[in-house]
């Protein structure tokens, strides 16, 4: 079993900056993709960037050059650096972990955390 818990949201204003954070605990040896990924109220919940285990990191189009993502050894904690925010950057902020079994994939996902601009 694995957990993902997120942390780091709150309220900053436009141009602000946030740093959250990701901490995947239990079985973490197959965890092979890390995510984080936001919904809006009313819209479905998008990418935001995923980074596989040994290989790429990709961003959403929409924060590029603004947000960055790292990993501590380990693969835990992942972190998810927020620059230059945006109004429309508001949402709830999930992180995900993908633990491969065999040919199947299981998504892990965290409780969320508020991220709030104001312009």
């Known amino acids: 079993q694995v957990q993902v818990v997120e942390s780091g949201g709150g309220l900053v204003q436009a141009g602000g900056s946030l740093r959250l954070s990701c901490a995947v605990s239990?079985?973490?040896?197959?965890?092979?993709?890390i995510g984080w990924y936001r919904q809006a109220p009313g819209k479905q919940r998008e990418l935001v960037v995923r980074?596989?285990?040994?290989?790429?990191?990709t961003y959403a189009d929409s924060v590029k050059g603004r947000f960055t993502a790292s990993r501590d050894t380990a693969k835990n904690p992942v972190y998810l650096q927020m620059n230059s925010l945006k109004p429309e950057d508001t949402a709830v902020y999930y992180c995900s972990a993908d633990e491969r079994a065999g040919t199947q994939i299981f998504r892990y996902w965290g409780q969320g955390t508020q991220v709030t601009v104001s312009s």
């Open positions: 980074i596989i285990s040994g290989g790429s990191t």
């Open positions: 239990g079985s973490t040896g197959s965890i092979n993709a």
